[in-house]
């Protein structure tokens, strides 16, 4: 018996218009109304984060610049600006990262909204009161994304500290944050149809190069501030149109 599984059918077009749609989506009539409350929860994260990182690295910086001898104060202030800068990026991403399970419901009522632009139709509980309802359950799925995340980036932790190993650790580290970035928001909508988090995974893997796309272009987005604060919103609608074309395409069609 031949295995009737669909197989992969998109391009990197599909990811690359999902990714340009959901931007428009985000901001469009249908959609601005929802994006004002996770928005607000990001710049405020994003902001307070933002500031004590600031304080923390400035501190730090400071201290360990004034231990060294003057000949070197040109390295040091050299240093110092590289390892600023990729501390600021690490902590946007976390803090985006938090703003986005903080934010997770109104996420899911936005990818509702998104889902009802795209294709005129939508989950069954797509209302506020069923938002605060299922607050619990959104968490808990949040919970699912980062029992996944957490085991792979201590492997990728692992790998950086390993002498000579740790000289190709950009790469699972860029590959782990691409495939969290679609995996993030495109759960949106899968959750909002109460499909299982092992069945969107699944659906992911058999489109790979298009997820690692989508989640690539919004995990470097995530961690550029001031975009950071549009990306979640963008991310979620891109998310939701991705979804609407996965199921297009046979996903829906259940596994054996």
């Not at 901001?27 to 990182?53: D, E, H, M, W």
């Not at 989950?123 to 299922?134: A, C, T, W």
């Not at 949040?142 to 980036?153: S, V």
Request: proline letters at 6%; glycine letters at 6%.
């Amino acid at each position: 018996m031949h295995d009737k599984t669909p197989q992969s059918v998109l391009h990197l077009s599909d990811a690359f218009s999902c990714l340009a749609e959901g931007l428009t989506l985000a901001f469009s009539k249908q959609c601005r109304a929802y994006v004002i409350i996770p928005v607000l929860v990001n710049l405020l994260l994003l902001t307070l984060g933002g500031y004590a990182a600031f304080c923390l690295v400035k501190n730090v910086i400071f201290s360990w610049v004034e231990s060294l001898p003057d000949y070197l104060m040109f390295l040091a202030y050299a240093v110092s600006v590289i390892a600023a800068l990729m501390i600021v990026f690490v902590c946007c991403y976390f803090f985006s990262t938090i703003a986005s399970i903080i934010a997770s419901p109104f996420y899911g009522l936005l990818a509702d909204k998104a889902e009802m632009a795209i294709r005129g139709t939508c989950s069954d509980d797509s209302g506020l009161y069923d938002v605060i309802r299922d607050i619990p359950r959104c968490l808990k799925r949040e919970l699912h994304k980062q029992i996944f995340f957490l085991p792979r980036a201590l492997l990728c932790l692992v790998i950086s500290l390993i002498p000579g190993i740790n000289l190709i650790s950009p790469v699972p580290w860029f590959l782990l944050g691409s495939w969290m970035g679609c995996l993030q928001y495109v759960d949106y909508a899968y959750d909002n149809h109460k499909i299982p988090f092992a069945k969107m995974k699944a659906d992911l893997k058999q489109e790979r190069m298009p997820t690692f796309v989508i989640g690539a272009v919004i995990a470097l987005g995530t961690a550029v501030p001031l975009i950071n604060i549009i990306i979640p919103p963008a991310a979620v609608c891109a998310g939701t149109r991705y979804y609407v074309m996965l199921q297009k395409n046979g996903c829906d069609i259940p596994k054996h």
